[in-house]
């Protein structure tokens, strides 16, 4: 089986051949990262035509890569929601156009699902224990912070979710107040390298049960900024990063980061004392590419010690002896699996292997010349 997949749903024009078991025979990336870093974020409409211009030398380059031609191609699959509007729409558009032109079956899929299977696909023929069922996924990316329950296969309870901002936009927008360049997940992990993750204590929101707020803990890092400057909670946050040294930026980069982890650890945590019967927790989305959360995440887990050889390349077959007799933060029950990080951010690769599933579970396609985007509309 063979399935192109398309993903556009944001700043990253992608394309990717999945094969048998969810392999990845190619995977094509642009990201429009570079013209988005001079705006300090992304412009729908610049980000819409960048679209149109990449997808189709995209699609090209993906069957290429994977020595095939569109007569190898068994199905087509694409994201359809949610995301920005005209991004989403170039993506299914071609997507349509090619699986009508073709003749090829049209997967839809939900670019939420996308990156909770990022956990299910397998690259340069290595493989790894998947998640099991029933498992507790968090998806944290740009534009959402939610916890979800799988019972099984394409089967999603939404059981937490952020009452405000995402937490990846939530980095972003602390990025801003240090001046650390966009996007800022990543600026934030450099900077806090150097930084003390206690140096500044910022407060947890008080929200009982299992849903986020990330908004609150962005203002404390405001106010703690301008207090540590010595300014008036008047002095606007992008004349901030001029009072800082680098010394400070490091520590609230650090302090910073040190927090939100474990706010979504213990919301984890928690998800999991309601879930007893969960096998697997997984996480998924941007944010899940960060360092210190795998850390903390993997540390001590049942195959904690498995995964982090995985990722260092070590092992061909993942066939890793020894690991920790389990108790980490989930305890010794549990599984933690993370996505490698590579497949963290927004690709097809991980469209390719959420169709591979629905395929192999017997979803029907979708209609090709009746496909709507759905640029805000819950998992499914
Ligand atoms: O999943 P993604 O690539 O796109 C969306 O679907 O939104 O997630 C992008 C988000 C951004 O907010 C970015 O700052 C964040 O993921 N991110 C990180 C890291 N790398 C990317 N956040 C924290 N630590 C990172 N290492
Ligand atoms: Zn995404």
């Given at each position: 089986m063979k399935i192109l997949a398309i993903e556009s749903s944001c700043d990253e024009t992608a394309a990717a051949v999945i094969g048998d078991g969810a392999e990845i025979l190619s995977n094509v990336v642009v990201s429009q990262v570079d013209i988005f870093a001079a705006y300090g974020g992304v412009i729908p409409e610049v980000a819409a035509r960048s679209h149109l211009e990449a997808i189709l030398p995209v699609v090209h380059k993906a069957l290429d890569d994977a020595r095939l031609?569109?007569?190898?191609?068994?199905y087509i699959a694409v994201t359809y929601a949610p995301g920005l509007l005209g991004s989403l729409l170039i993506g299914t558009l071609t997507a349509r156009m090619l699986a009508i032109l073709w003749g090829k079956p049209l997967y839809a899929v939900h670019h939420l699902k996308s990156h909770i299977y990022a956990n299910w696909l397998i690259d340069g023929g290595r493989d790894i224990d998947r998640p099991e069922f029933p498992l507790l996924a968090l998806v944290i990316s740009g534009g959402h912070t939610q916890i979800i329950y799988m019972p099984g296969h394409n089967q999603f309870e939404i059981i937490g979710t952020t009452r405000d901002d995402a937490v990846g936009e939530c980095f972003d927008k602390v990025a801003k107040i240090l001046g650390l360049p966009y996007p800022g997940g990543p600026s934030i992990a450099k900077a806090a390298e150097k930084g003390d993750p206690l140096k500044y204590h910022l407060p947890h929101p008080k929200i009982d049960g299992l849903d986020f707020s990330f908004s609150g803990l962005k203002t404390a890092v405001l106010r703690a900024v301008q207090a540590e400057c010595n300014l008036p909670i008047t002095t606007p946050s992008y004349e901030l990063a001029g009072y800082l040294t680098e010394k400070q930026k490091a520590d609230f980069a650090a302090s910073f980061q040190e927090t939100a982890c474990n706010i979504l650890l213990e919301k984890m945590q928690i998800a999991l004392r309601g879930h007893p019967e969960a096998r697997s927790v997984v996480f998924a989305g941007g944010v899940s590419a960060n360092k210190v959360l795998r850390e903390k995440a993997l540390r001590g887990a049942k195959n904690g010690l498995k995964h982090e050889l995985f990722e260092r390349g070590g092992d061909k077959n993942g066939e890793v002896a020894g690991d920790e007799a389990g108790g980490g933060i989930f305890g010794s029950e549990v599984e933690v699996f993370f996505p490698e990080a590579k497949y963290t951010g927004d690709n097809a690769a991980m469209v390719g292997v959420a169709a591979y599933y629905e395929i192999m579970s017997g979803v029907g396609p979708a209609d090709p010349y009746d496909l709507n985007i759905m640029p805000r509309v819950p998992i499914k």
């Amino acid at each position: 089986m063979k399935i192109l997949a398309i993903e556009s749903s944001c700043d990253e024009t992608a394309a990717a051949v999945i094969g048998d078991g969810a392999e990845i025979l190619s995977n094509v990336v642009v990201s429009q990262v570079d013209i988005f870093a001079a705006y300090g974020g992304v412009i729908p409409e610049v980000a819409a035509r960048s679209h149109l211009e990449a997808i189709l030398p995209v699609v090209h380059k993906a069957l290429d890569d994977a020595r095939l031609t569109k007569d190898d191609i068994d199905y087509i699959a694409v994201t359809y929601a949610p995301g920005l509007l005209g991004s989403l729409l170039i993506g299914t558009l071609t997507a349509r156009m090619l699986a009508i032109l073709w003749g090829k079956p049209l997967y839809a899929v939900h670019h939420l699902k996308s990156h909770i299977y990022a956990n299910w696909l397998i690259d340069g023929g290595r493989d790894i224990d998947r998640p099991e069922f029933p498992l507790l996924a968090l998806v944290i990316s740009g534009g959402h912070t939610q916890i979800i329950y799988m019972p099984g296969h394409n089967q999603f309870e939404i059981i937490g979710t952020t009452r405000d901002d995402a937490v990846g936009e939530c980095f972003d927008k602390v990025a801003k107040i240090l001046g650390l360049p966009y996007p800022g997940g990543p600026s934030i992990a450099k900077a806090a390298e150097k930084g003390d993750p206690l140096k500044y204590h910022l407060p947890h929101p008080k929200i009982d049960g299992l849903d986020f707020s990330f908004s609150g803990l962005k203002t404390a890092v405001l106010r703690a900024v301008q207090a540590e400057c010595n300014l008036p909670i008047t002095t606007p946050s992008y004349e901030l990063a001029g009072y800082l040294t680098e010394k400070q930026k490091a520590d609230f980069a650090a302090s910073f980061q040190e927090t939100a982890c474990n706010i979504l650890l213990e919301k984890m945590q928690i998800a999991l004392r309601g879930h007893p019967e969960a096998r697997s927790v997984v996480f998924a989305g941007g944010v899940s590419a960060n360092k210190v959360l795998r850390e903390k995440a993997l540390r001590g887990a049942k195959n904690g010690l498995k995964h982090e050889l995985f990722e260092r390349g070590g092992d061909k077959n993942g066939e890793v002896a020894g690991d920790e007799a389990g108790g980490g933060i989930f305890g010794s029950e549990v599984e933690v699996f993370f996505p490698e990080a590579k497949y963290t951010g927004d690709n097809a690769a991980m469209v390719g292997v959420a169709a591979y599933y629905e395929i192999m579970s017997g979803v029907g396609p979708a209609d090709p010349y009746d496909l709507n985007i759905m640029p805000r509309v819950p998992i499914k």
